[in-house]
């Protein structure tokens, strides 16, 4: 769990994702388009780190996204957060993009 509290914090926007997953796709794609270069993390090959996600109360474990280092959720979090214009606002007091 430090290990994932730690890749978390080290930028203001990161995201755990299968390679194999369309939902982390289009994650990732959001945050591109709106400007943000989050960290990537694959988590393809590392049953550890999906589980310390799990530990951590991400259900489902991927796509996990954290911005300024706080867990925001999984994709329907994450889309229900840009539907309303909050994901944005946090993108933005996180300094992970600059509008």
Request: charged share 25%.
């Amino acid at each position: 769990m430090d290990r994932v509290k730690d890749l978390a914090s080290k930028k203001a926007a990161v995201i755990f994702t299968k390679s194999s997953c369309c939902m982390c796709h289009s994650i990732k794609a959001l945050f591109y388009d709106l400007g943000a270069s989050p960290a990537i993390h694959e988590v393809d090959h590392d049953a550890d780190m999906e589980w310390a996600l799990r530990r951590l109360g991400c259900n489902p474990a991927i796509p996990a996204v954290f911005v300024g280092g706080e867990y925001i959720g999984s994709a329907k979090d994450v889309i229900s957060l840009h539907v309303d214009g909050s994901l944005k606002q946090k993108l933005i007091k996180a300094r992970a993009i600059w509008f």
